[in-house]
């Protein structure tokens, strides 16, 4: 009997051992959440009060979607130690924005402090994730010459239609050579500061801006992988890459930030900055050089050296790099591989022609259209949807976006007339 009695107590004080290690330290008192029932889109403020926040304070955010493909066994998914964007912290309320990028969620606020982690208490967040199909973007920005608001548009690919993302400010008015991450849902560009052109991105589900923290920046490159790299001017005639991290879907593969490239005496920095680069291959970053008097020349830069090659001058009013998928027989199979080209644009019509890699020439134009184009974007989603977007100035003064298919190899009209865009972008 002695011995029952002793595995009782030993049990009791193994439960009571078990509750002290699941309670909660209390950092804060008196917290007020928002209303029960409330649901918050993605970059909604959300505010909760307490008393007694400090300002070390640390606040995370435990994310728990369920997945739909098991609903009878109620599984969740979850993304922990997710860190929120901060507005505003005092020592009685803290303001956030509500998560991004996930399903629709319930969200749990913790407060740490020195090791000591407290729940605030849950909020629920509607759906933020990218969506299923790449969507077409137009920027206008202060390079337009239209008299346009400068601003950010998705373009409705089925009826051409544009929809107001969101307004730019006038020290944003310059927002150029845009770029994105598949899946990221952001927008990456370049912004003139006080006179320094700096990377900021706009994240499209949770409607902000992010100064990226990278400066003295020519222009942005879409790498193979996905990912972004920024040209970055480090002394009068020297370049280096950075990486702009938008997300933890992609890592940048480009080689490390070692490579330092001097230009040649004929090619100026500020030459680099009208046109976005691509990444062609696997060893080749390719960018443009405005000369001025209409006069442009590829540049491109060598991704396992740092070995810099000017291609032959081109009379042109625009030499626009851009990136697609091409095929190539091997062995009889069909393999498809990435390379790059260029956009010779003259008044009076575009070419577009690949780059060689071996002879560092242009090929023979593989499509022409007959207006000038202004920017260049690729939808690439399997080998059957493989398009080129561009879009082209047109004798009226307005724009106008037509796809060349390069399956069928034919140009296909984007529905609408008289867009105002400086750029367009695929992105999601």
Known sequence: MKKIYLF???GLLLAACAK???KQPILVTDIVMPAAG???NPGDKVTISAQGFQPDDDVMFEIYWPLPDEPALNYQGHARGVLPVMLEQTATSITFLAPGHYPASTTKILLRRAGDIMTLGEIAVSNGQAPEEFQLYGIT?????????????????????????VELAEDQKDFSCVVNTPESQRLCGIQTKDGVRKVYCY??????????????ILTLCNNTDGSITAVRQISPNEVVFASVTTSGFTRSQMPPMAHRYELPANIKPEALTRYLGVQSGA?????????????????????????VHVGEQIQATALIPFWTITDKKDNGTTKYVRTGGYAVVTEG???????????????????????????ITMLAED????????????YRGDRLIYAYDLVSKDWQSVPGIGYSYSEIVMAR
């Open 38 to 40: 409330t649901v918050f």
């Open 349 to 375: 019509q575009t070419e577009l022609r690949l780059w060689d890699q071996a002879t560092m020439t242009l090929k023979e134009p593989f499509a022409t259209f007959p207006n000038p184009a202004r920017s």
């Open 283 to 307: 060893s080749q970053l390719l960018l443009s050089a405005d000369n001025g008097n209409n006069s442009f020349a590829p540049v491109v830069l060598d991704l396992q050296s740092s070995k």
């Open 141 to 165: 920005n202060s390079h337009s010459d239209t008299g346009h608001d400068n601003c950010i548009e998705h373009v409705n690919l089925t009826d051409g239609s544009p929809t107001d993302i």
């Open 8 to 10: 009782l107590l030993f």
């Open 383 to 394: 080998t059957e949807t493989l398009k080129l977007y561009v879009l082209f100035d047109t």
């Open 203 to 216: 994240d499209l589900s949770m409607r902000y801006w992010q100064d990226m923290g990278l400066e003295n």
């Open 20 to 22: 002290d290690d699941d």
